[in-house]
């Protein structure tokens, strides 16, 4: 959603937060550095009309940030160990984990790039002597933090190891540059905008890390507040090795989340408590082997749970990761109905998991060391390079080969309709050509619905039957937010559509909602009728004789209101001059009501929509200027940490080791 917007020259934060239904479905909460990774992927699906290939795009940088985690995992675990078999085990561990494998390659999370960040942090922290030079591995948390806010809860152990406070300002300084330097040009851009998206909205108005305070007793609030504050403490100032004070602070996190299962937030814990599993006094606790399975609720609630469904269809779980290939709309709960009231076990497991696991590891954190690490150059990349030279080559190879046997493997699913911004205006389009309903629509009702993506045209069918499912209709917006768009003052809204049946014994008939009034279809005696039905006036105006072929409807809001059929224009209306809802199948409960119809596509087109400036300069710079900077940072860094921990002599003979490998390198690369 948001990458449509970046690739047309506006800012995302604005349209979003000026769009009721955009801003309420909440489909993106994400810091503007995940735009680098989604809008080429973004780019990519657009230009090959393929949905499938936009989501395989956006899951290879996850993908590759598991890998470096899995590597920086090792390089911790051989520092921790001395062990080169432990280390592969841990590494192991971490790689093949499923949760790690589901998160990125198959749910598409974008936690594995924060949590690489965090975890190559730690290694230089922990490589650090004596704490002398953490700008390296604060600059690294921050660009954590720059991807997503869970590292900032982290942040006060690495402080209070840090021990001395200049010091402790510096890595707090280094820590808040990369998100600062992001952030800092959408921000600059709209203030309320940018702080709106990324720090107080979701589904419920608040910002999910603190669903404490949607409690409204105010002693249990407090009480909570305090109870979870506490076991912040005891993380961050347990005497142990870092490492244990970060697995406290995820577990005291979740805590605080209130035992969420979203699988992304448990993703964060495995490679942290994967390393306690290294030393021998933790592995010989009773219950410390748990950490390997805590992940496991909520891997169980995603594959039953996660995916989009409504009253008449849906897919999730098991069936929503490889939907594409099975075309099975299966909503798991509802086929085994034991299932549907399951959600409070699973969190009360996940609590009681979280407080036995916090108590575990404060019980052992105490015999968790650290050994030093032996100092080594950094610089060789190229030595590194040349040893892999022959699996760098084939990794090419079958990747070159995969881009041409994509087309005849990945099943074909267009991309979904999105809005369109130009220049103040806003249009959304609908023609109901994908298989599952655009989640921009709420379906209602007691009746149904049914998609038929490869018809020609393609279309839905909306069918209240009887007097006891009279209800079927489809609105923009989000559960009780019914009026799903900007509050225009000059909107077209325009829909094909085929009137199929009335219910039995039914007069009545709403085809479309909108401000002000409703057009459907009404029994008069022997006449049957389009009708258009002025709310205000509450007069009833015919349109054109009732019948069953496909028509044009369209209504024009621009100071007075203008109502077309066919392209013929039929009744003008003064009042009522603004537009914002927009229902579609009849939303009337009374007995007298209710039909069948479908209808082929949808168009809204607000002209007045405040998407701010237009500017594909600005919003270019928005996002290079800082990434070009931060990666800028990061080598002046990277280049420091390695030099201040090398002699003179070292230095010198470090910077003719990196000239003679990049000359082989370039060498035999150019051979091969």
Same mark, same amino acid.
């Given at each position: 959603?948001?990458?449509?917007?970046?690739?047309?020259?506006? #800012?995302?934060?604005?349209?979003?937060?000026?769009?009721?239904?955009?801003?309420?479905?909440?489909?993106? +909460?994400?810091?503007?550095?995940?735009?680098?990774? *989604?809008?080429?992927?973004?780019?990519?699906?657009?230009?090959?009309?393929?949905?499938?290939?936009?989501? %395989?795009?956006?899951?290879?940088?996850?993908?590759?940030?598991?890998?470096?985690?899995?590597?920086?995992?090792?390089?911790?675990?051989?520092?921790?160990?001395?062990?080169?078999?432990?280390?592969?085990?841990?590494?192991?561990? $971490?790689?093949?984990?499923? *949760?790690?494998?589901?998160?990125?390659?198959?749910?598409?999370? /974008?936690?594995?790039?924060?949590? /690489? !960040?965090?975890?190559?942090?730690?290694?230089?922290?922990?490589?650090?002597?004596?704490?002398?030079?953490?700008?390296?591995?604060?600059?690294?948390?921050?660009?954590?933090?720059?991807?997503?806010?869970?590292?900032?809860?982290?942040?006060?152990?690495?402080?209070?190891?840090?021990?001395?406070?200049?010091?402790?300002?510096?890595?707090?300084?280094?820590?808040?540059?990369?998100?600062?330097?992001?952030?800092?040009?959408?921000?600059?851009?709209?203030?309320?905008?940018?702080? &709106?998206?990324?720090?107080?909205?979701?589904?419920?108005?608040?910002?999910?890390?603190?669903?404490?305070?949607?409690?409204?007793?105010?002693?249990?609030?407090?009480?909570?507040?305090?109870?979870?504050?506490?076991?912040?403490?005891?993380?961050?100032?347990?005497?142990?090795?870092?490492?244990?004070?970060?697995?406290?602070?995820?577990?005291?996190?979740?805590?605080?989340?209130?035992?969420?299962?979203?699988?992304?937030?448990?993703?964060?814990?495995?490679?942290?408590?994967? !390393?306690?599993?290294? &030393?021998?006094?933790?592995?010989?606790?009773?219950? /410390?082997?748990? !950490?390997?399975?805590?992940?496991?609720?909520?891997?169980?609630?995603?594959?039953?749970?996660?995916?989009?469904? #409504?009253?008449?269809?849906?897919?999730?779980?098991?069936?929503?990761?490889?939907?594409?290939?099975?075309?099975?709309?299966?909503?798991?709960?509802?086929?085994?109905?034991?299932?549907?009231?399951?959600?409070?076990?699973?969190?009360?497991? #996940?609590?009681?998991?979280? @407080? %036995? !696991?916090?108590?575990?590891?404060?019980?052992?954190?105490?015999?968790?060391?650290? +050994?030093?690490?032996? +100092?080594?150059?950094? *610089?060789?990349?190229?030595?590194?390079?040349?040893?892999?030279?022959?699996?760098?080559?084939?990794?090419?190879?079958?990747?070159?080969?995969? *881009?041409?046997?994509?087309?005849?493997?990945?099943?074909?699913?267009?991309?979904?309709?999105?809005?369109?911004?130009?220049?103040?205006?806003?249009?959304?389009?609908?023609?109901?050509?994908?298989?599952? @309903? &655009? $989640?921009?629509?709420?379906?209602?009702?007691?009746?149904? %619905?049914?998609? $038929?993506? %490869?018809?020609?045209?393609?279309?839905?069918?909306?069918?209240?039957?009887?007097?006891?499912?009279?209800?079927?209709?489809?609105?923009?917006?989000?559960?009780?937010?019914?009026?799903?768009?900007?509050?225009?003052?000059?909107?077209?809204?325009?829909?094909?559509?085929?009137?199929?049946?009335?219910?039995?014994?039914?007069?009545?008939?709403?085809?479309?909602?909108?401000?002000?009034?409703?057009?459907?279809?009404?029994?008069?005696? #022997?006449?049957?009728?389009?009708?258009?039905?002025?709310?205000?006036?509450?007069?009833?105006?015919?349109?054109?004789v009732l019948n069953s072929e496909w028509q044009t409807f369209k209504i024009v809001y621009d100071g007075k209101r203008y109502v077309y059929l066919n392209n013929e224009l039929v009744v003008v209306y003064n009042t009522q001059s603004t537009f914002s809802m927009l229902f579609l199948g009849n939303s009337e409960s009374s007995e007298t009501f209710g039909g069948g119809l479908s209808i082929d596509w949808v168009t809204v087109?607000?002209?007045?929509?405040?998407?701010?400036?237009?500017? &594909?300069?600005?919003? /270019?710079?928005?996002?290079?200027?800082?990434?070009?900077?931060?990666?800028?940072?990061?080598?002046?860094?990277?280049?420091?940490?390695?030099?201040?921990?090398?002699?003179?002599?070292?230095?010198?003979?470090?910077?003719?080791?990196?000239?003679?490998?990049?000359?082989?390198?370039?060498?035999?690369?150019?051979?091969?």
């Amino acid at each position: 959603m948001p990458s449509s917007f970046v690739v047309e020259g506006f #800012n995302p934060y604005i349209a979003i937060c000026k769009d009721p239904t955009l801003y309420w479905i909440n489909p993106w +909460r994400q810091t503007p550095t995940y735009l680098v990774f *989604l809008v080429p992927a973004y780019v990519l699906g657009s230009v090959l009309q393929n949905e499938i290939i936009f989501l %395989y795009a956006i899951k290879i940088p996850f993908i590759i940030g598991d890998l470096i985690t899995a590597f920086f995992l090792f390089k911790i675990a051989l520092i921790l160990s001395e062990d080169a078999e432990k280390a592969k085990k841990i590494c192991m561990l $971490y790689a093949f984990n499923p *949760l790690t494998i589901f998160a990125s390659a198959i749910w598409g999370v /974008s936690d594995p790039i924060p949590i /690489s !960040l965090t975890v190559i942090s730690l290694y230089y922290f922990l490589c650090s002597p004596s704490k002398s030079k953490i700008e390296f591995p604060a600059f690294l948390m921050g660009l954590g933090i720059a991807f997503k806010l869970y590292p900032v809860f982290i942040l006060p152990a690495f402080l209070i190891k840090i021990r001395r406070w200049k010091k402790a300002v510096v890595f707090i300084f280094f820590a808040s540059l990369p998100p600062a330097l992001s952030s800092l040009p959408f921000f600059l851009w709209n203030p309320e905008s940018f702080s &709106n998206r990324l720090f107080s909205h979701n589904l419920s108005g608040m910002f999910p890390l603190f669903p404490v305070i949607l409690i409204e007793n105010p002693i249990i609030k407090i009480a909570l507040s305090l109870l979870i504050s506490i076991f912040f403490i005891i993380a961050y100032t347990r005497k142990s090795s870092i490492i244990a004070n970060i697995v406290l602070s995820f577990l005291a996190l979740y805590l605080a989340l209130g035992g969420m299962l979203a699988a992304s937030y448990f993703l964060w814990i495995i490679p942290f408590g994967t !390393l306690l599993l290294l &030393n021998k006094r933790v592995n010989a606790t009773r219950g /410390s082997t748990l !950490l390997f399975f805590f992940p496991i609720p909520s891997m169980v609630w995603s594959l039953i749970y996660n995916g989009p469904f #409504n009253s008449v269809e849906g897919v999730t779980g098991i069936f929503y990761w490889p939907y594409h290939w099975l075309r099975s709309k299966v909503v798991v709960f509802r086929v085994f109905t034991f299932l549907q009231n399951t959600a409070p076990l699973f969190v009360a497991i #996940n609590i009681a998991m979280i @407080l %036995y !696991l916090f108590f575990i590891v404060f019980k052992i954190a105490p015999s968790f060391t650290v +050994r030093k690490a032996v +100092r080594g150059g950094l *610089l060789n990349c190229f030595s590194t390079l040349n040893k892999l030279r022959k699996w760098l080559f084939a990794s090419a190879l079958i990747f070159v080969m995969t *881009l041409f046997l994509f087309s005849n493997v990945v099943p074909f699913e267009p991309m979904k309709s999105m809005p369109v911004l130009s220049q103040s205006t806003f249009v959304f389009f609908d023609d109901f050509s994908n298989s599952l @309903l &655009n $989640y921009q629509w709420w379906f209602s009702g007691e009746g149904t %619905y049914a998609l $038929y993506p %490869y018809a020609d045209p393609s279309y839905i069918t909306l069918n209240a039957p009887d007097l006891v499912h009279n209800r079927a209709y489809i609105f923009r917006g989000w559960w009780d937010v019914t009026n799903g768009f900007y509050n225009s003052s000059d909107a077209i809204v325009e829909f094909r559509f085929k009137f199929n049946r009335f219910s039995d014994n039914a007069s009545n008939m709403i085809i479309a909602k909108t401000d002000g009034g409703f057009f459907g279809a009404k029994i008069q005696g #022997n006449l049957n009728s389009f009708v258009y039905f002025d709310e205000i006036s509450n007069q009833t105006q015919s349109v054109a004789v009732l019948n069953s072929e496909w028509q044009t409807f369209k209504i024009v809001y621009d100071g007075k209101r203008y109502v077309y059929l066919n392209n013929e224009l039929v009744v003008v209306y003064n009042t009522q001059s603004t537009f914002s809802m927009l229902f579609l199948g009849n939303s009337e409960s009374s007995e007298t009501f209710g039909g069948g119809l479908s209808i082929d596509w949808v168009t809204v087109i607000l002209k007045d929509f405040p998407a701010g400036i237009q500017d &594909n300069l600005q919003i /270019s710079f928005a996002l290079a200027f800082p990434f070009t900077v931060l990666i800028l940072i990061v080598g002046v860094l990277h280049l420091a940490n390695n030099f201040s921990r090398l002699s003179l002599p070292e230095r010198k003979l470090q910077i003719s080791e990196f000239h003679r490998d990049e000359k082989q390198w370039n060498k035999k690369w150019l051979h091969s």
